[in-house]
């Protein structure tokens, strides 16, 4: 039987990578509503690819009044929303990340911004929309546990989200609304294009898989199941925890 049956659901960045994976996921499960991004595109292509049921809706996550328009015209369309995954984040457009002697001021801003700030807006908007026992799920990464080189302030971002989840999740208890962060490893998607030169593609997702005790990158479905089980009844007595998606890496040191 479909867990998630004509459940309302919303996925920021759901045009691409995870995101596109976990829209997959939970139509897969019966669920119907939103992806979200910038690029009308990718946008289109999704939408098309995941088929009816879900719609395309364009916006920026760091723009508050994009953030209003998608869940209203969300909730005009499908009614109240059941299930919110904030996944728009990771890498800022033509600013990789960097060494600290490199790092300016407006790109850590906008690293904040994207991945810290969009987060709390983004739950934030979308609670007039929500259902109570609502589902939100944070996407956070396993760089909030484990450093790499450059990418200090993505990570303590990616931290941070994982911070919000533990206190939203009380403040919207009285909702019955449950708040957890899905924090995934590395996951085989887009984003390495926007870090590494195409002729350097592999070598580096080798160097990352050689980190990973499982021995491969994960698959954006593998995060889409993942996110199913926090948004279904499966995990109704979790809340305001991280659940770590990621092959083992955060296992060794
Ligand atoms: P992608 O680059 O493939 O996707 C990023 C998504 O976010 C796209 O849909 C993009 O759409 C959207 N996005 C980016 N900036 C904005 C913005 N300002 N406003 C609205 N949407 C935006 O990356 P992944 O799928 O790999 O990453 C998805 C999430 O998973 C991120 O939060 C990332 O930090 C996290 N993550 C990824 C890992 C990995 O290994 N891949 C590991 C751990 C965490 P558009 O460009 O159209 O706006």
Known sequence: MSKLKNKVAVVTGGNSGIGFGIAEALKNEGAVGTITGRNQATLDASVQELGPGFIGLQGDVTQMEDLERVFKDTSERFGQIDILVVNAGGVVDGSPMAAIADVTEDNYDQ???????????????????????????????????????????YAAAKAAVISLAKGLSLDLLERKIRVNTLSPGSIDTPVFGKLVPQQHLEQVKQVWKDLIPMGRLGLPSEIGKAVVFLASDDSSFIVGTELLADGGMTTIS
């Open 111 to 153: 690293y904040m911004d994207l991945n810290l700030k969009s987060s709390y807006f983004t739950v934030q908007k979308a609670l007039p929309y929500l259902n109570d026992g609502a589902s939100i799920i944070l996407i956070g990464s396993s760089a909030a546990h484990r450093a790499a080189p450059g990418m200090t302030i």
